[in-house]
C-alpha cells in the first residue's frame, strides 16, 4: 500500500500565525495556487482513492488537485486537531513553543485536544485503513496537525516528546509513506 499525505493550501490563519484548529475557513488566493501546482503531482500518483477531512480548506484542496476524478470520501477522524479556547489566537506564544507540540505536556487549556489523544484518534485511523484498502494507493488530504500524527505512526517518537520543529508538512506539501504487508 501507498499512502500519499498531503496538507491543504494556505489559509489566511497560517499566514497570520494563528490558531485555526476546527474553524472552518477556506484556502486562500496562494493556498489555491500550491493546490493547482501539486495536482501536477498528484496527476501521477496513480490513486484508487482520495480521503479527506471535511472542513472548507481541505475540501477545496481535494477539489483542486483531483484531476483524475478519483473517488473522494469525508472522514472525520482526519480534521485537526481540536484546539479549544485557543480557536483564533496568536500562535507566537510562549505556550505554543513549549507546550503546543510537546507531546508529553500536562499543560491544560480547555478544550484543547492533546497530542496523546489526536495521535491515538489518527493512528486508530490508519490502522483501519491498512486492513480495509490493502494494496490500494490512497491519498489523504488533511491538516498540519494530523500530518505529524501520522508521521509518528512511521517514525519513533523523539525521547523529550518535543516535535514541533522536526516534523511537520508544508501547505500542500505530499509525503509517501509505504505500507507493506506486516503493516508498516
Do not use: W
Amino acid at each position: 500500500m501507498n499512502l500519499y499525505v498531503i496538507r491543504h493550501g494556505l489559509t489566511n490563519c497560517n499566514v497570520e500565525h494563528i490558531y485555526n484548529g476546527r474553524y472552518d475557513e477556506d484556502i486562500n488566493e496562494i493556498g489555491i495556487a500550491q493546490a493547482k501546482e501539486a495536482s501536477k503531482e498528484v496527476e501521477k500518483l496513480k490513486l484508487d482513492l482520495i480521503i479527506c477531512s471535511p472542513l472548507k480548506r481541505t475540501k477545496h484542496t481535494a477539489e483542486l488537485i483531483n484531476v483524475n476524478k478519483v473517488p473522494i470520501i469525508y472522514d472525520d477522524r482526519i480534521l485537526e486537531r481540536e484546539v479549544g479556547k485557543l480557536t483564533l489566537k496568536s500562535s507566537k506564544t510562549k505556550f505554543h513553543d513549549t507546550e503546543f507540540y510537546n507531546y508529553y505536556s500536562t499543560e491544560y487549556v480547555e478544550g484543547l485536544e492533546t497530542l496523546p489523544e489526536l495521535f491515538k484518534r489518527v493512528h486508530s485511523f490508519l490502522d483501519e485503513i491498512k486492513e480495509k484498502y490493502k494494496g490500494k494507493n490512497i491519498l489523504l488530504v488533511t491538516h498540519g496537525g494530523v500530518t505529524r500524527a501520522i508521521q509518528f505512526y512511521f517514525e519513533k517518537m523523539p525521547e523529550d516528546g518535543m516535535i514541533k520543529d522536526i516534523s511537520g508538512q508544508k501547505n500542500c506539501e505530499i509525503k509517501e509513506y509505504k505500507i507493506n504487508n506486516e503493516g508498516t
